[in-house]
Nanobody, 127 residues
Framework: QVQLVESGGGLVQAGDSLRLSCAPS????????AAWFRQAPGTEREVVSA????????WNADSVKGRFTISRDNSKNTVVLQMNSLKPEDTAVYYC????????????????????WGQGTQVTVSS
């Protein structure tokens, strides 16, 4: 289990872009698959994007497909969510998650597969 730190959230207008980053605190290094989840007020946490350890397999929810891209740079120990063409419905707290219990060859979309979470970063998109 590692502590994760997210950065890059903020207030933007519809159509703008944001780049969220996630890294283990203290420079801790371990082999993990990762994902970004989000939670808007009054809704359940939902998975947005997921990626395996090597970065050659990834997945995006239908609601963000074609707009969001998840990637990772293991040399820098970071996972990035590039968000383009943002919409007001993308407004939420975004959480980075890392998991080690499953196979690192795959990504996972279930929150139960993740054992480390960041504190969350607010993304607000105005119309």
């Amino acid at each position: 289990q590692v502590q994760l730190v997210e950065s890059g959230g903020g207030l933007v207008q519809a159509g703008d872009s944001l780049r969220l980053s996630c890294a283990p605190s203290g420079g801790a290094r371990s082999r993990y698959y990762a994902a970004w989840f989000r939670q808007a007020p009054g809704t359940e946490r939902e998975v947005v994007s997921a990626i395996n350890w090597s970065g050659d397999r990834s997945w995006n929810a239908d609601s963000v497909k074609g707009r969001f891209t998840i990637s990772r740079d293991n040399s820098k120990n970071t996972v990035v969510l590039q968000m383009n063409s943002l919409k007001p419905e993308d407004t939420a707290v975004y959480y980075c998650a890392a998991g080690t219990d499953g196979s690192k060859m795959y990504y996972y979309t279930s929150a139960g597969m993740y054992n480390s979470w960041g504190q969350g970063t607010q993304v607000t998109v105005s119309s």
